[in-house]
């Protein structure tokens, strides 16, 4: 069965650092994109980072760019979003999302979601 589950969401000060980890099913590995996604209270979901195998190119969102960094571990078939500098505004539930490419998966048109990790951010 296909999935991408979440772990490593928390609480944290202002200016603090989480990192969120997505577990990928071997099947939704073989995508070319993988991303997260972020949706706060009352907010429409947003894009945050993604990244690409074949090339190894990442995408950033401007709200996030030097301040979050994507990663992956093909072996451990794990997607790593490592937040630094964190501030309130980045308190949201964070998905990891996978899709055909990156043109996709920028457009929101992602084939696989996890269930989401809670970030909660302190001022």
């Known amino acids: 069965q296909v999935q991408l589950v979440e772990s490593g969401g928390g609480s944290a000060q202002a200016g603090g650092s989480l990192r969120v980890s997505c577990a990928a099913s071997a099947r939704i590995f073989m995508r070319e994109a993988m991303g997260w996604f972020r949706q706060a209270p009352g907010k429409e979901r947003q894009f945050v980072a993604a990244l690409t195998w074949s090339t190894g190119s990442t995408n950033y969102a401007d709200s996030v760019k030097g301040r979050f960094t994507i990663s992956s571990d093909g072996a451990a078939n794990t997607l790593y979003l490592q937040m630094n500098s964190l501030k309130p505004e980045d308190t949201a539930v964070y998905y990891c999302?996978?899709?055909?490419?990156?043109?996709?998966?920028?457009?929101?048109?992602?084939?696989?979601w996890g269930q989401g990790t809670q970030v909660t951010v302190s001022s």
């Open positions: 999302a996978a899709a055909l490419d990156m043109p996709s998966l920028l457009k929101d048109m992602c084939d696989y």
